[in-house]
Nanobody, 115 residues
Framework: QVQFVESGGGLVQPGGSLRLSCAASGVIFSIHHMGWYRQAPGKQRELVALITTAGSTNYADSVKGRFTISRDNAKNTMYLQMDSLKPEDTAVYYC?????????WGKGTLVTVSS
């Protein structure tokens, strides 16, 4: 079975940083475009960062210049470096293929940005 497990979330102050990790299993990681998604309370899940099989990246306007997505195919792992965090970044963060596969959603990791 395919499984994505997110980790690295936590409570940080505005302006702080976190690095999220996504460990994949049961999938040939290198052949999939991948993305980080987030869902805030009362809001729809949204794609915030995308990385293709070739390593090209795209970001939502709300995080551009602050977040960096990367992947390590040898480790079947993807990362999201988050800097200059804002309270509006508070959400549960998920990884999945891009576009997302409904069977692959995990439990996510919670990021809370607050003083």
């Amino acid at each position: 079975q395919v499984q994505f497990v997110e980790s690295g979330g936590g409570l940080v102050q505005p302006g702080g940083s976190l690095r999220l990790s996504c460990a994949a299993s049961g999938v040939i990681f290198s052949i999939h475009h991948m993305g980080w998604y987030r869902q805030a309370p009362g809001k729809q899940r949204e794609l915030v960062a995308l990385i293709t099989t070739a390593g090209s990246t795209n970001y939502a306007d709300s995080v551009k210049g602050r977040f960096t997505i990367s992947r390590d195919n040898a480790k079947n792992t993807m990362y999201l470096q988050m800097d200059s965090l804002k309270p509006e970044d508070t959400a549960v963060y998920y990884c999945n293929t891009a576009p997302g596969n409904m069977a692959y959603w995990g439990k996510g990791t919670l990021v809370t940005v607050s003083s």
